[in-house]
């Protein structure tokens, strides 16, 4: 059963998803492991930045374990009634993903110590009497952008822990291959190095690209064939530049070039560029601290020179 519905795109079997070859291989151990014993799979800790492959790493593994799989984001869990609801809904062996684990607020963490433990849950009633109610084993598998955030009790909680690491060019490359496979674009070796030349390695982006570039080759061109001409065109229209620079981070840092290298607080850059604080930490930042363009503490930022 799934709570949120699955990207049709996304890898389905440990063989097809590129990279993070140190996660999968434990993983599998994990997978048969259970499945000999009979057993539910341990919880699982996912932590990395958006768009890596944390959602489609727990599909992968509900469906090698034939688990069902229910997929929830933070923000539909407000209270510890509303986690206590879903946990009495899991069956034996299911899955529960949860995405931004880190945001949960304390008092909905806290319902899930004897849960993930104990398979069980605490709960007080209204006349003061503390009861345990039994709920099947299940795994729970959560993802967060922040692992600083978590608290030891929780993290402690997680058997396995996994933390996934940047994708090299080469599996750079056959992420791009597999998205343009499935678009059915026709590309050479050579025009797939230039778009990984170009681009940044995160898989959400680059699915995201593909689905860009079929659209233009649909509309201007004769075919579906990516050549190094239509790429230049197509590259013109995009208003980006390496590494997936947009307009944003351009404006972003031509703010800091106009401080001439001294700092420049993040409360003023967010309102120089209409966004809130943590859509700037979350959307802008990443990118231009990975490409070394930025040094930045909690409250100032400075350009780099190149």
């Known amino acids: 059963m799934l709570v949120e519905p699955i990207n049709k795109s996304r890898p389905k079997h440990f063989t097809e998803f590129v990279g993070q070859e140190h996660i999968k291989n434990v993983l599998q151990t994990a997978i048969q492991s259970s499945i000999t014993s009979n057993q ?17 790493l727990a599909i ?9 799989i229910k997929i929830i984001t933070w923000y539909a869990i407000h209270k510890p009634s509303e986690l206590i609801s879903l946990l009495n809904l899991l069956q034996e062996w299911d899955i529960l993903f949860i995405d931004e684990i880190h945001r949960l607020k304390a008092p909905v963490e806290e319902v899930l110590y004897t849960a993930m433990e104990d398979n069980t849950i605490d709960m007080i009633l209204p006349d003061g009497h ?53 678009q059915n674009i026709i590309f050479s070796e050579d025009i797939v190095t230039v778009i990984a030349d170009h681009i940044a390695n995160v898989p959400r982006q680059i699915a995201n690209f593909c ?96």
Do not use: C
């Open 40 to 56: 539910a799979l341990w919880h699982i800790l996912l932590s990395w930045k958006s768009g890596f492959g944390k959602t489609t």
């Open 60 to 68: 992968i593994t509900a469906t090698s374990t034939k688990s069902n």
């Open 130 to 182: 503390h009861i345990k109610l039994p709920i099947e084993p299940f795994t729970l598998i959560w993802a967060t952008t922040k692992l600083e955030s978590l608290s030891e009790p929780l993290k402690n909680r997680f058997v396995y822990q996994f933390h996934m690491e940047p994708y090299t060019f080469e599996e750079k490359k056959l992420i791009i291959q597999r998205y343009l496979t499935l």
């Open 211 to 306: 689905h860009q570039l079929k659209d233009y080759l649909v509309v201007h061109s004769k075919d579906l064939e990516i050549t190094h001409k239509k790429w230049d065109a197509f590259w013109d229209r995009t208003s980006l530049e390496k590494w997936w620079i947009t307009l944003l981070h351009k404006r972003y840092l031509s703010i800091l070039e106009e401080a001439n290298y001294s700092p420049v607080g993040l409360k003023t850059l967010s309102v120089k560029l209409w966004m809130s604080e943590k859509s700037i930490e979350n959307d802008i930042e990443p990118l231009l601290f990975e490409l070394n363009r930025i040094e930045k503490t909690n409250r100032w930022r400075v350009i780099k020179e190149l």
